[in-house]
């Protein structure tokens, strides 16, 4: 059976059919409470008692000032993320999208053009980022981050297996360009420095890459360039769909322990986590950039 309980202030009017002892012997047989539609709301309530109905009502004092609800926040902080990130693609990509297109990469994903050089300049800089995030979990003593250990999510070594059949193939593989190594250096300062900036680049890259338009681009170049050959980078342990739900859960519960400073301060990072990795997209579609 499920308990409720209330702590309230108590104020009753003058009157002789209201005393103390009427009201210990007062049964209430139901409880409403009464607040503004969708709103909600902060302390000092006016309590009221109706002896003849023997019903408790709970009324918001006037004058309250509502808490702000925020883009998807019912539903968890993953979904208030995944509401801020959907609105920084570009129009041209999602029907979410709140952005103007601005860079190559804001093209629809099935009008770019695909060569196996930039290519594998995308796969060498995703190697380093990923590396740089698994090495963050594997090795710090944050204890919100134990919870991402060994995700089935994790990308390094199996892009470290695709990068050696290139190689096999007769492809010499490049260098990360230097805005690579920079965001390498990024995460592993706001790892140590600020988690709430950090856990919102782990989710982005994470789903960005996990969800529909990462594995769109993993089929266009398998279909383009790779005559169909379908890499370990877009290959998963397990179902991808519970994997991801999985790691909901625990960003979940992640930042039920933040206040909502913190989390809107995460949820702010967002823009930077986009540029970010837009710079990753670029050497995909403009090896030259």
Same mark, same amino acid.
């Given at each position: 059976?499920?308990?409720?309980?209330?702590?309230?202030?108590?104020?009753? +009017?003058?009157?002789?059919?209201?005393?103390?002892?009427?009201?210990?012997?007062?049964?209430?047989?139901?409880?409403?409470?009464?607040?503004?539609?969708?709103?909600?709301?902060?302390?000092?309530?006016?309590?009221?008692?109706a002896n003849e109905d023997r019903t408790l009502v709970v009324r918001a004092a006037a004058g309250e000032i509502p808490n702000k609800r925020y883009p998807g926040e019912p539903k968890?902080?993953?979904?208030?993320?995944?509401?801020?990130?959907?609105?920084?693609?570009?129009?041209?990509?999602?029907? #979410?999208?709140?952005? #103007?297109?601005?860079?190559?990469?804001?093209?629809?994903?099935?009008?770019?053009?695909?060569?196996?050089?930039?290519?594998?300049?995308?796969?060498?800089?995703?190697?380093?980022?990923?590396?740089?995030?698994?090495?963050?979990?594997?090795?710090?003593?944050?204890?919100?981050?134990?919870?991402?250990?060994?995700?089935?999510?994790?990308?390094?070594?199996?892009?470290?297996?695709?990068?050696?059949?290139?190689?096999?193939?007769?492809?010499?593989? +490049?260098? +990360?360009?230097?805005?690579?190594?920079?965001?390498?250096?990024?995460?592993?300062?706001?790892?140590?420095?600020?988690? +709430?900036?950090?856990?919102?680049?782990f989710y982005n890259i994470y789903f960005g890459h996990s969800a529909g338009g990462g594995r769109m681009i993993g089929s266009k170049v398998s279909e383009r360039i790779l005559d169909?050959?379908?890499?370990?980078?877009?290959?998963?342990?397990?179902?991808?769909?519970?994997?991801?739900?999985?790691?909901?859960?625990? %960003?979940?519960?992640?930042?039920?322990?933040?206040?909502?400073? #913190?989390?809107?301060?995460? %949820?702010?990072?967002?823009?930077?986590a986009f540029k970010c990795y837009g710079h990753l997209l670029r050497s995909l579609v403009s090896p030259d950039l």
């Amino acid at each position: 059976m499920t308990t409720v309980r209330f702590t309230v202030t108590f104020r009753f +009017p003058a009157s002789p059919r209201l005393d103390c002892e009427s009201y210990a012997g007062l049964k209430a047989r139901t409880a409403r409470v009464s607040y503004p539609l969708t709103i909600a709301t902060r302390r000092h309530h006016l309590v009221q008692i109706a002896n003849e109905d023997r019903t408790l009502v709970v009324r918001a004092a006037a004058g309250e000032i509502p808490n702000k609800r925020y883009p998807g926040e019912p539903k968890g902080f993953v979904e208030e993320m995944r509401s801020v990130a959907m609105k920084m693609h570009p129009r041209t990509q999602s029907k #979410e999208g709140k952005r #103007e297109s601005t860079a190559p990469q804001d093209s629809p994903v099935a009008t770019w053009e695909f060569t196996v050089e930039g290519y594998l300049k995308f796969l060498v800089e995703n190697k380093l980022v990923f590396d740089t995030l698994e090495g963050i979990i594997h090795d710090s003593t944050v204890p919100t981050y134990a919870a991402f250990k060994n995700t089935g999510l994790e990308r390094a070594n199996n892009l470290a297996k695709d990068l050696e059949w290139f190689k096999e193939q007769g492809y010499e593989l +490049p260098e +990360p360009k230097a805005h690579c190594k920079t965001y390498s250096l990024y995460l592993k300062d706001i790892a140590e420095n600020d988690p +709430p900036a950090f856990i919102c680049h782990f989710y982005n890259i994470y789903f960005g890459h996990s969800a529909g338009g990462g594995r769109m681009i993993g089929s266009k170049v398998s279909e383009r360039i790779l005559d169909n050959k379908k890499l370990e980078f877009y290959k998963w342990d397990g179902d991808i769909s519970e994997l991801l739900t999985n790691l909901s859960e625990e %960003l979940n519960k992640v930042s039920e322990l933040w206040t909502r400073e #913190e989390k809107n301060h995460c %949820l702010e990072e967002t823009e930077k986590a986009f540029k970010c990795y837009g710079h990753l997209l670029r050497s995909l579609v403009s090896p030259d950039l």
